[in-house]
């Protein structure tokens, strides 16, 4: 999920078209989009939009951010949510493995209700100081939990930490992804506001796939590209990753546990991570011929 489509709740003619770009994923915001007066308006939106024919056969991930535990609107929300169409629900403002798993026991019990078969996925919110300080607990809380993502207004702004501060970015985007790879999750950065400086945007998001992000959240739809390209594996990386998939799948049928490619030592954590690459480029369409 390299990019992920921010579509306000009370937008729902937004809902298809989001999903007929180039977004890896679009995630509809019941939260901070949707005002609370028309909080009700906007899950009923969403449900006729969850059963319609439009939410399926797109190929893309559907997200719902919901409201927080904290709020009078949580447990309608995952009502309105617990359908097929849905894959992924976003907890806002996880501060303990005890929310996940409040969450996780709501979605059972709709998913039950609706006749939903497949398991809905919990994306855990990191956008608070607890928060970060439980995020490895918040990851590992729930078989659920498909990763952590920033959320560095609500945790920064709080605290007079500039957004602009590059040094603070880095180490709370190391934190995160760190906290997330103890649990074996895959971690996704957080907004960008200002959608008239895409250069920040792509400096942010270099950063974060340098230090392993798997995707940035996009809240309009010219930051879809920015995301896209960001996290896409470059030519010479996929090519390096096939020669080491290669070699490697070669060294274990012949018993060997580590070998040199192009020079550089290569065993299990680099095979992994170049099998890794080899699968996104191939879901990508971007592997060359000899390697398909």
Known sequence: MRSKLFVPGARPELFAKALAGDTDAISIDLEDAVLEERKDEAREALCRFLRSDQASGHGKTIIVRINGLQTPHFERDIEACAWPAVDVINLPKAESADDVRRTAQALARWEEAHGCARTIGILANIESPRGLRLAAEIACADARVVGLQLGFADLLEPLGIARDNPAA?????????????????????????????????????????????????????????????????????????????????????????????????????????????VAMARQLGLLPAAAL
């Open 169 to 277: 970015i880095q180490q709370l985007q190391l934190a995160v992804r760190l906290a997330a790879g103890e649990a074996g999750l895959p971690a996704l950065d957080s907004a960008y506001a200002n959608v008239r400086d895409p250069e920040g945007y792509r400096a942010e998001a270099a950063q974060a796939r340098r230090l392993g992000f798997m995707g940035k959240t996009c809240i309009h739809p010219s930051q879809v590209a920015l995301a896209n390209e960001s996290f896409r594996p470059s030519d010479d990386e996929i090519a390096r990753a096939v020669r080491v998939a290669d070699a490697w799948e070669t060294a274990q049928r012949e018993g060997t546990g580590a070998l040199l490619v192009d020079g550089r030592m290569i065993d299990i954590p680099f095979a992994l991570r170049a099998q890794s690459i």
